[in-house]
């Protein structure tokens, strides 16, 4: 069985994966997406995305990390995809899963589930550009509104040159809401020649094993789940026991103190608030340290909360 962890824009950045990957257990991450309109990127933004590059394209624990590219033109979605393959990235995947408005109006993501034959486009025009012995994978959801075209966009994708392809067990319209509907994956795993891997509320092992029997794949990607339970991979593939809350909070002031930079230490009171919903699912320690920080605007008052309320 492989996991992968998923893309999430605005949370599962650079320190984000070291972490999470260093628990071990995870195969492969996907980077947050790429918005692909009608430029082609400088370097420095995509070793901005996924500082790895500077890695040979891996985590430190050494699971390869790939660039996820969003667009609608096939060329320029190849051309960028080309650059990040010479840049380092061992491997692009696309994302045609999207919910969000700004991005769906302007033709990117899960609004192209619409037009399967543009995704056979994308996919083959990426493929031509990305050198044969790198993977193509593209990440789906269900449909837009209802999943008439499932099956045709996950054809389009194999047929345009994927290798793989994962499946948000949802469709866009129903954003989040659970259930997700792993027994669609199954329907459209049938016709398929190339891996497909299972994506969609996997909280648990429970939920990895009920999701793997009723999809039918060996494969599973991992998002909400891996934050909320950060060694959630490692329970699945070893049973290791839930990682215990003291080590939550050694890895709060690790996720802390990573980044170096000015810029991006600004977004980190945000993002450590944004990480406690999650962690509020798994642990009950979780709310109390969530009230003590929410009013705090600097990173050295947070690590200070953490460090005095967690001996
Ligand atoms: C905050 C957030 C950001 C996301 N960003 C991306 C993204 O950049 N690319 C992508 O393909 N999917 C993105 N997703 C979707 C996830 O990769 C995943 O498909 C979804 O969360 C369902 O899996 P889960 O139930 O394991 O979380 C995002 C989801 C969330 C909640």
Not at 111 to 127: D, F, S
Not at 166 to 187: L, M, S, V
Not at 195 to 215: F, L, Q, Y
Request: proline share 6%; net charge neutral.
């Amino acid at each position: 069985m492989k996991i992968i962890l998923a893309p999430m824009e605005g949370v599962v950045d650079h320190a984000m994966r070291e972490l999470l990957t260093a628990s071990g257990h995870y195969d492969l991450c996907i980077t947050e997406f790429v918005r692909v309109v009608d430029q082609c990127y400088k370097p420095a933004y995509f070793y901005k995305i996924c500082p790895e590059l500077k890695q040979n394209g891996r985590t430190h624990s050494g699971v390869p990390v790939r660039i996820q590219l969003l667009g609608q033109h096939p060329d320029w979605m190849a051309e960028n995809a080309h650059i990040a393959t010479e840049l380092g990235s061992p491997g692009i995947d696309l994302n045609f899963g999207c919910p969000a408005k700004t991005v769906n109006k302007h033709k990117g993501g899960a609004v192209l589930l619409q037009e399967p034959e543009t995704l056979y486009k994308i996919v083959n025009a990426v493929r031509r550009a990305v050198p044969a012995h790198l993977p193509l994978s593209a990440k789906m959801r269900l449909g837009y509104e209802n999943t008439d075209l499932a099956q045709d966009c996950a054809l389009a994708l194999e047929g345009g040159g994927a290798d793989m392809i994962t499946i948000h067990a949802r469709t866009k319209i129903e954003g989040y809401r659970p259930p997700a509907h792993w027994h669609i994956i199954n329907d459209i795993r049938q016709d398929m020649t190339i891996p497909v891997v299972a994506n969609g509320d996997i909280w648990t092992k429970k939920d990895a094993e009920k999701c793997r029997k009723i999809s039918g794949c060996d494969d599973i990607m991992i998002g909400r789940g891996a934050l909320c339970l950060p060694n959630l991979a490692a329970v699945i593939k070893t049973d290791e026991v839930p990682m215990p809350w003291a080590d939550i909070c050694g890895l709060l002031i690790e996720y802390a103190t990573f980044q170096r930079d000015d810029m991006a230490r600004g977004f980190l009171p945000n993002r450590i608030k944004q990480w406690f919903h999650y962690l509020k699912r798994q642990y009950p320690e979780a709310p109390h340290f969530f009230e003590k920080l929410k009013t705090l605007r600097n990173i050295e008052e947070i690590i200070a909360m953490i460090l005095h309320e967690r001996c």
